[in-house]
């Protein structure tokens, strides 16, 4: 069975700092790019960042660049979401996604090319 096994999440004050896991396990994930996505509270599911498999190449959405850090341990099955400097805007749950590509180049961006999902961990910035 196939689970991605998001945790980290909780509720942190503005300008804090948080780090998420993604767990995987059921297959081998350490082929595969992987995607953050997260939904607010009446908003659309949106990207985040991605790693590719090796973890040497990473993609952020403009809203937090330079504030994230996408990491993973192949070694592990799993990776992280380093979140910094977080701002209210940031409250969402947040969700892991395995693209079941083996060894793509390409970071995707939207939801529908991931293949795998996990079940979210919320993050809660207060003002």
């Known amino acids: 069975q196939v689970q991605l096994v998001e945790s980290g999440g909780g509720l942190v004050q503005a300008g804090g700092s948080l780090r998420l896991s993604c767990a995987a396990s059921g297959r081998t994930f350490s082929s595969d790019a992987m995607g953050w996505f997260r939904q607010g509270p009446g908003k659309e599911r949106e990207f985040v960042g991605a790693i590719s498999w090796s973890g040497g190449n990473t993609n952020y959405a403009d809203s937090v660049k330079g504030r994230f850090t996408i990491s993973r341990d192949n070694a592990k099955n799993t990776v992280y979401l380093q979140m910094t400097s977080l701002k209210p805007e940031d409250t969402a749950v947040y969700y892991c996604?395995?693209?079941?590509?083996?060894?793509?180049?390409?970071?995707?961006?939207?939801?529908?090319?991931?293949?795998?999902w996990g079940q979210g961990t919320q993050v809660t910035v207060s003002s």
């Open positions: 996604a395995a693209d079941a590509n083996p060894y793509s180049t390409i970071l995707h961006t939207f939801d529908y090319e991931y293949d795998y």
